[in-house]
């Protein structure tokens, strides 16, 4: 399995949030590029960075992201989500360098958007990120209800051809209270590997990860808070069952 540690960007910092709310943010960094250059130093071979503020339209990232990408993309693969709602937008991160863009309310509003990019881009250059609440699609930075079901999407992009899904169950995102796991695999039995986000706490969590047969975790907030360390979380999910 993978393991990508998470930059989140917000006014040009790196934070988490809790729940995807951006009033419960906590503020991890003022060097996005030093972060990097640190998880790179670790041993990571992914990130997993997100520009929140495009998420949440409130601003753009790209010129730190391209500076995030230029420093460590020579030795880590960079997968880059948050507010890629358009053509334009998802092209302009392939060419920033990313080695796989995140698509979410694009995938769930617009399939044929969907369509276009992976006629264009190739399924290896994408993923949909399926983001819910009880089962309920979030979109647009996680601050409206899709009104879709998570499994109904991930079912319908599936079939126009993505393989991989990043599954957040945003009620643990930033909570340290687990990953869900079963919400993956159930996602994952629809055909595509499924990278679990949200709720990573422990050594033992990415285990269970791994265990399970699941693509890849993304883990925020344990690593920020010292709970682990990117190589021991590497080694963890490496070593044999």
């Known amino acids: 399995m993978d393991l990508l540690p998470a930059i989140d960007l917000r006014h040009g910092r790196v934070v988490r949030l809790s729940q995807g709310e951006a009033a419960r943010e906590t503020i991890y960094g003022d060097d996005p590029v030093a972060v990097a250059e640190r998880f790179a130093a670790d041993g990571a071979r992914w990130l997993h960075v997100v520009d929140l503020d495009r998420a949440f339209g409130e601003g753009d990232n790209s010129e730190l992201v391209r500076r995030v990408i230029a420093a460590v993309g020579d030795r880590v693969s960079v997968q880059v989500g948050g507010g890629l709602r358009s053509i334009e937008r998802i092209e302009q991160a392939i060419e920033l360098g990313a080695a796989r863009v995140v698509i979410g309310t694009a995938a769930v509003r617009e399939p044929a958007l969907l369509a ?70 159930a996602l994952q039995a629809l055909g595509a590997g499924v990278i679990a986000s949200g709720g990573v706490a422990s050594l033992d969590d990415l285990r269970g990860v791994r265990d399970a047969g699941l693509a890849g975790a993304i883990v925020g907030r344990a690593i920020y808070e010292g709970r682990f360390t990117v190589a021991e979380a590497i080694k963890s999910v490496k070593s044999e069952k």
């Open 116 to 185: 276009q990019a992976l006629a264009q881009a190739g399924a290896e250059r994408l993923a949909v990120g399926i983001d819910a609440r009880d089962g309920v699609i979030a979109i647009r930075g996680w601050r409206e209800a899709g009104g879709e079901r998570a499994d109904d999407v991930a079912r319908r992009v599936v079939g126009q051809g993505i393989r991989t899904l990043v599954y957040t169950d945003v009620a643990r995102d930033g909570m340290l209270e687990g990953p869900d796991i079963e919400g993956a695999l």
